[in-house]
């Protein structure tokens, strides 16, 4: 369904391509560990008292689902050396928990292709990311925004 | 300027308060870590490649920086008990690089206190996360969403 495609500049994307990632899976250990380091809530680091919570059990970070599912279209290499940094994200919403056990897959739509008007060298990527779980559920869906380089000889 | 006040529920809130985190300064080695993990750019990782980079430097993931704000606000204690989970976030934006060596501190601004219609123990807090450096400058910023339990004796 998607054409693996690599190593691609702002003029290679168009709105519609789809990009999707390979598979991780969240275990207790690597939910733990990030979230005594960046998120520690009780739902996210005490097996315990996540259990008398409002999921009744232990959950993920969403911050560690969002980078995860970054990191997972990331390394699909659809862009590397065209990368210019971001100016950030909108829309971010998680739908569903991420327990341990859980497998996400990483989704990237293409939006928008926003060439800059000021800087002919450069533009801007708007994309969907999304990440689905094991039973097809989507549990995040974000819209992020990336600047790439355009090709010199296009 | 700001009252420490900690484990606060919904009704303790009140547009245009503030809450202030300690700070926290971002290593060289904690960047690389972090971006290894979870965001593996050359502008994260590679010193040298970062040095040819649109930042001519390494610079923190994004995500590093948005995870790190939230926790310096968590850790100020001010909602514990209460906290149901979030359900999203808008509308952030990295204005300026995290390299090694600074010190962000974290606020956020309350900006609206939403009791829910169907559920009358719980409602929505909307806040403003910021962080900013050790010259003032405001690096990130973001809308975050909580849901947060209502005192049972108001």
Redesign the interface.
Known sequence: MTTPRTDLYLDDFKPGDRFEGRGYTFTESEIIDFAL???????HIDVEAAKAG??GGL?A????S???T??LI??TGWF?SA????????????HK?VRPGDTLRAFADVKEVRPSKSKPDRGLLIYELSAVNQSGETVMTATLMS?LKRRRDP
């Open positions: 380091r960046y998120d520690p809530q009780p739902i409002p999921f959950i970070s969403g911050f560690q969002l980078a995860i970054f990191r990331y390394q590397s990368s210019l940094g971001g100016p950030g994200m909108d829309n971010l919403r998680w928990p600047f």
